[in-house]
Nanobody, 115 residues
Framework: QVQLVESGGGLVQAGGSLRLSCTAS????????MAWYRQAPGKQREFVAA???????NYADTVKGRFTVSGDNAKNTVYLQMNSLKPEDTAVYYCNSNKGGLLNWGQGTQVTVSS
């Protein structure tokens, strides 16, 4: 079991930036994949970005070039740097871990982008 705690959400104007953090209860180098998902009101949860334990990253087309996922092993933390935010980025953002096929989710953090 991996406990995940997200932070860093908030209200920002379009074009602004936010950095989300996800701190894990285990060293992230022991976790196969750490990922970010988001869920907007009335919509399904969707993939945003992922970082595996080899340092490879993957992004949804909708955020490519604007969002960056990174990790700090010393802090057991994964970050999602979000730049050039758009109103359509408004959602609850969730951190996810995949360790040997076992999935865990954080509680989510709200990101609201005003136009």
């Amino acid at each position: 079991q991996v406990q995940l705690v997200e932070s860093g959400g908030g209200l920002v104007q379009a074009g602004g930036s936010l950095r989300l953090s996800c701190t894990a209860s285990r060293t992230i180098s022991s976790i196969n994949v750490m990922a970010w998902y988001r869920q907007a009101p009335g919509k399904q949860r969707e993939f945003v970005a992922a970082l595996n334990n080899l340092g490879s990253t993957n992004y949804a087309d909708t955020v490519k070039g604007r969002f960056t996922v990174s990790g700090d092993n010393a802090k057991n933390t994964v970050y999602l740097q979000m730049n050039s935010l758009k109103p359509e980025d408004t959602a609850v953002y969730y951190c996810n871990s995949n360790k040997g096929g076992l999935l865990n989710w954080g509680q989510g953090t709200q990101v609201t982008v005003s136009s």
